[in-house]
């Protein structure tokens, strides 16, 4: 039965019913389809048990599965037929299709139907779902168990020639999409981070710098949530998992810079060792020295100072105050 609409047409979702066609089980990541699209050699149409079995798909929809209308063309062809005195189902399948065909203004004639040889292989049935477009990814799924049950239902009552209807619509392809990329959210933060210490590790050689520039990246990647989550009120989708993944080569990026640079300076760098003597005669301490009575130097087009300094600086303090 149908069901009275609530969303616009533009917010509904279409479903569509498949006869005839086999689609490969997967995709590969890399290369071409190894088995393409073909037609199901057991879809016979012109058998009668076959084409009731098409017809009861759109004659026996329940309400639970939210359908407004249809483009369902076995009811158009059984009221041709009935309509010149004629039984449905046709004993006579593709000679009375084609004066159907051919007699026919439908669009739905025209492009739900597949023909070879003057023969139709697969078809199809369309329907406007009230069901919006941008739901959930578990909501979404949670519908399309709906229409799951439904059709192995039909296939199940059905004769082996018209068995292998299944059904597809975009939302199911999001919806999949988005629960795996959700559902492997944690995983992919954890092993970037891991990844991430590892290459700290064997840049700087220290152990401690490495825990510490991880503990940033957790702070940072926590800030990043709670803005997400708390301040913005955002549902967490795919593009804020994207955003969250990213973030963290961001942050490992620039703190392996400064640790990397902190690292590689030791007591003996003359730079340091200049800052210290300048500052001592000025009688400032350690930290003073090395910090606030560092020599200027022009670096990177004309720039005096730069972060690079203040690492070198940092560096002997904790030297000369360990």
């Given at each position: 039965?149908?069901?009275?609409?609530?969303?616009?047409?533009?917010?509904?979702?279409?479903?569509?019913?498949?006869?005839?066609?086999?689609?490969?089980?997967?995709?590969?990541?890399?290369?071409?389809?190894?088995?393409?699209?073909?037609?199901?050699?057991?879809?016979?149409?012109?058998?009668?048990?076959?084409?009731?079995?098409?017809?009861?798909?759109?004659?026996?929809?329940?309400?639970?599965?939210?359908?407004?209308?249809?483009?369902?063309?076995?009811?158009?062809?059984?009221?041709?037929?009935?309509?010149?005195?004629?039984?449905?189902?046709?004993?006579?399948?593709?000679?009375?299709?084609?004066?159907?065909?051919?007699?026919?203004?439908?669009?739905?004639?025209?492009?739900?139907?597949?023909?070879?040889?003057?023969?139709?292989?697969?078809?199809?049935?369309?329907?406007?779902?009230?069901?919006?477009?941008?739901?959930?990814?578990?909501?979404?799924?949670?519908?399309?168990?709906?229409?799951?049950?439904?059709?192995?239902?039909?296939?199940?009552?059905?004769?082996?020639?018209?068995?292998?209807?299944?059904?597809?619509?975009?939302?199911?392809?999001?919806?999949?999409?988005?629960?795996?990329?959700?559902?492997?959210?944690?995983a992919t933060i954890a092993l970037s981070i891991a990844c991430?210490?590892?290459?700290?590790?064997?840049?700087?050689?220290?152990?401690?710098?490495?825990?510490?520039?991880?503990?940033?990246?957790?702070?940072?990647?926590?800030?990043?949530?709670?803005?997400?989550?708390?301040?913005?009120?955002?549902?967490?989708?795919?593009?804020?998992?994207?955003?969250?993944?990213?973030?963290?080569?961001?942050?490992?990026?620039?703190?392996?810079?400064?640790?990397?640079?902190?690292?590689?300076?030791?007591?003996?760098?003359?730079?340091?060792?200049?800052?210290?003597?300048?500052?001592?005669?000025?009688?400032?301490?350690?930290?003073?020295?090395?910090?606030?009575?560092?020599?200027?130097?022009?670096?990177?087009?004309?720039?005096?100072?730069?972060?690079?300094?203040?690492?070198?600086?940092?560096?002997?303090?904790?030297a000369r105050t360990a």
């Open positions: 039965s149908y069901v009275t609409p609530t969303l616009e047409e533009r917010e509904r979702i279409s479903v569509a019913v498949v006869f005839g066609l086999l689609a490969p089980a997967s995709s590969p990541l890399v290369g071409p389809q190894e088995h393409p699209w073909s037609y199901d050699p057991s879809f016979e149409p012109q058998n009668p048990w076959a084409q009731r079995a098409m017809y009861d798909v759109c004659d026996k929809l329940p309400s639970s599965l939210r359908v407004v209308s249809d483009t369902c063309w076995t009811r158009d062809f059984r009221g041709w037929l009935t309509g010149k005195g004629d039984r449905f189902p046709s004993r006579d399948f593709d000679k009375d299709l084609i004066s159907w065909y051919h007699g026919s203004s439908l669009l739905i004639a025209k492009t739900d139907l597949w023909y070879m040889n003057s023969k139709v292989v697969a078809g199809r049935f369309r329907f406007d779902v009230d069901v919006h477009r941008e739901v959930l990814g578990e909501t979404a799924l949670a519908f399309k168990a709906l229409w799951d049950q439904y059709m192995d239902e039909r296939n199940a009552e059905a004769s082996v020639t018209g068995d292998g209807a299944w059904h597809t619509s975009a939302l199911w392809v999001r919806a999949e999409a988005e629960i795996a990329i959700i559902s492997s959210t944690e991430g210490a590892l290459g700290v590790l064997l840049f700087t050689m220290d152990p401690i710098l490495t825990v510490l520039v991880m503990l940033l990246v957790i702070g940072i990647m926590i800030g990043l949530g709670f803005f997400i989550v708390s301040i913005m009120r955002w549902t967490i989708g795919p593009i804020e998992v994207i955003a969250l993944v990213v973030f963290v080569g961001y942050s490992v990026t620039y703190s392996l810079h400064i640790a990397h640079d902190y690292a590689r300076l030791g007591e003996d760098d003359a730079d340091l060792l200049a800052a210290e003597a300048h500052g001592a005669r000025h009688g400032r301490s350690a930290l003073g020295i090395c910090v606030g009575a560092m020599p200027r130097q022009t670096v990177a087009g004309g720039k005096e100072g730069s972060g690079v300094d203040h690492l070198r600086a940092m560096r002997l303090a904790r």
